[in-house]
């Protein structure tokens, strides 16, 4: 089973611009289906993005439409979510998930999760 590791998450002004990183470990990250969601304080874990296991398809929330970008990294195992204009609404928890069976944005079907990174939007 893979183990995923976030990071790059911090403070940011709005506006500006992260790279989170997803660095999985035991298994390769090309065997799963990825996706990122987050969780804002005192709110339900959303959705943000997915790619495929092949990184042939993606999508995004309609939070993250225009602004976010994943992608897949197969020689360094690692997904990536790059993230512009950041605006203080998207301050949360940032985690990334795998799924086996699952090429969906269904949160239900992904089963294995790292521990999550934090994002801060300052106004």
């Known amino acids: 089973q893979v183990q995923l590791v976030e990071s790059g998450g911090g403070l940011v002004q709005a506006g500006g611009s992260l790279r989170l990183s997803c660095a999985a470990s035991g298994r390769a990250v090309s065997s799963y289906h990825m996706g990122w969601f987050r969780q804002a304080s005192g709110k339900e874990r959303e959705f943000v993005a997915r790619i495929s296991r092949n990184g042939g398809s993606s999508n995004y929330g309609n939070s993250a439409k225009g602004r976010f970008t994943i992608s897949s990294d197969r020689t360094k195992n690692t997904v990536y979510l790059r993230m512009n204009s950041l605006k203080p609404d998207d301050t949360a928890v940032y985690y990334c998930?795998?799924?086996?069976?699952?090429?969906?944005?269904?949160?239900?079907?992904?089963?294995?999760w790292g521990q999550g990174t934090q994002v801060t939007v300052s106004s």
């Open positions: 998930a795998a799924s086996e069976y699952y090429d969906s944005d269904y949160i239900g079907g992904y089963k294995i």
